[in-house]
């Protein structure tokens, strides 16, 4: 009987340091990562995934008034409960840099970033925000050289939490928000969020000129669903995120993507003939 008690003592004991130890370890997504966009103009969004006090971000915006598809990244520090004039807030704040790499479908080889400016992010709660964002201009190895601005340097827009507006409901508790990428083609990222039963993700990648290029698509993915696919869609026509004179984009489809999750943890994703592996990026 002694035994027998000082075993299920032990037993306990042990179930419950495991306890803590997953729960100490859960995946926990922050309140401010997600998709944010300006409520109203369509066609543009800053994908936010924090991670303690380290956030990675990117925007997908369109260049100048070409209305070209066009996104930048910037990785930094989020300093928590900053007061200002305009209240309390965690700001992040970062350098601004753009990207040349492969264009989809050829041959891997290892992409470039330049600086193209600053940006900051102001997040009042997790659906309130601003961001402001300053461009510098397009550099290259042999040095500066400014681009022909037809629009203020800097920008300054609000933001909301885009899938809270479009699709009302719960995260999906799995550890498949946030940024996912293919360990054999760095530099090239796609960003999911699932809410409410559906996904919303947005593929970075380069076109032919090398320069930076992304993609769209929306999906059921209802929790405990493992797989989805859906229609990639390209947007042309639209203004810089912040500009005075809001154009709205245009979609075409560029074929169908296929996502599948993995019991380990990974991902795979088909396109055009193509499949890549995919894991959480962790920062």
Same mark, same amino acid.
């Given at each position: 009987? &002694?035994?027998?008690?000082?075993?299920?003592?032990?037993?306990?004991?042990?179930?419950?340091?495991?306890?803590?130890?997953?729960?100490?370890?859960?995946?926990?997504?922050?309140?401010?990562?997600?998709?944010?966009?300006?409520?109203?103009?369509?066609?543009?969004?800053?994908?936010?995934?924090?991670?303690?006090?380290?956030?990675?971000?990117?925007?997908?915006?369109?260049?100048?008034?070409?209305?070209?598809?066009? =996104?930048?990244?910037?990785?930094?520090?989020?300093?928590?409960?900053? @007061?200002?004039?305009?209240?309390?807030?965690?700001?992040?704040?970062?350098?601004?840099?753009? =990207?040349?790499?492969?264009?989809?479908?050829?041959?891997?080889?290892? /992409?470039?970033?330049?600086?193209f400016g600053t940006v900051k992010i102001q997040f009042f709660s997790d659906k309130d925000a601003?961001?402001?964002?300053?461009?510098?201009?397009?550099?290259?190895?042999?040095?500066?050289?400014?681009?022909?601005?037809?629009?203020?340097?800097?920008?300054?827009?609000?933001?909301?939490?885009?899938?809270?507006?479009?699709? /009302?409901?719960?995260?999906?508790?799995?550890?498949?928000?946030?940024?996912?990428?293919? /360990?054999?083609?760095?530099?090239?990222?796609?960003?999911? &969020? $699932?809410?409410?039963?559906?996904?919303?993700? $947005?593929?970075?990648?380069?076109?032919?000129?090398?320069?930076?290029?992304?993609?769209?698509?929306?999906? @059921?993915?209802?929790?405990?669903?493992?797989?989805?696919?859906?229609?990639?869609?390209?947007?042309?026509?639209?203004?810089?995120?912040?500009?005075?004179?809001?154009?709205?984009?245009?979609?075409? $489809?560029?074929?169908?993507?296929?996502?599948?999750?993995?019991?380990?943890? $990974?991902?795979?994703?088909?396109?055009?003939?193509? @499949?890549?592996?995919?894991?959480?990026?962790?920062?």
């Amino acid at each position: 009987m &002694e035994n027998k008690l000082r075993f299920i003592t032990v037993l306990t004991l042990y179930l419950f340091a495991l306890s803590l130890f997953f729960a100490g370890n859960a995946f926990s997504f922050d309140g401010k990562s997600g998709w944010w966009y300006t409520p109203g103009k369509d066609g543009t969004g800053v994908s936010v995934e924090i991670r303690g006090n380290t956030a990675f971000v990117a925007m997908f915006t369109y260049y100048d008034d070409t209305g070209l598809p066009f =996104w930048m990244s910037s990785a930094g520090t989020v300093e928590r409960n900053v @007061q200002d004039r305009q209240g309390t807030s965690d700001v992040f704040t970062g350098v601004l840099n753009y =990207w040349t790499g492969w264009p989809l479908g050829s041959s891997y080889s290892a /992409p470039k970033s330049f600086r193209f400016g600053t940006v900051k992010i102001q997040f009042f709660s997790d659906k309130d925000a601003k961001i402001t964002y300053t461009i510098e201009g397009f550099t290259s190895g042999s040095g500066s050289k400014k681009k022909d601005e037809k629009e203020p340097d800097i920008f300054e827009a609000k933001l909301a939490k885009f899938m809270d507006d479009v699709s /009302p409901g719960n995260l999906d508790s799995r550890d498949i928000n946030g940024w996912w990428y293919d /360990p054999n083609y760095n530099g090239m990222g796609f960003f999911m &969020e $699932t809410r409410g039963g559906t996904t919303f993700m $947005t593929w970075y990648h380069y076109r032919s000129d090398s320069f930076p290029w992304w993609w769209t698509c929306a999906a @059921q993915f209802n929790p405990g669903d493992n797989s989805f696919s859906c229609d990639l869609l390209e947007w042309q026509g639209g203004s810089s995120i912040g500009a005075d004179n809001y154009k709205k984009p245009a979609p075409s $489809t560029v074929g169908t993507a296929s996502f599948s999750l993995n019991s380990d943890g $990974t991902a795979n994703l088909s396109w055009n003939g193509n @499949q890549y592996h995919l894991q959480r990026f962790v920062f």
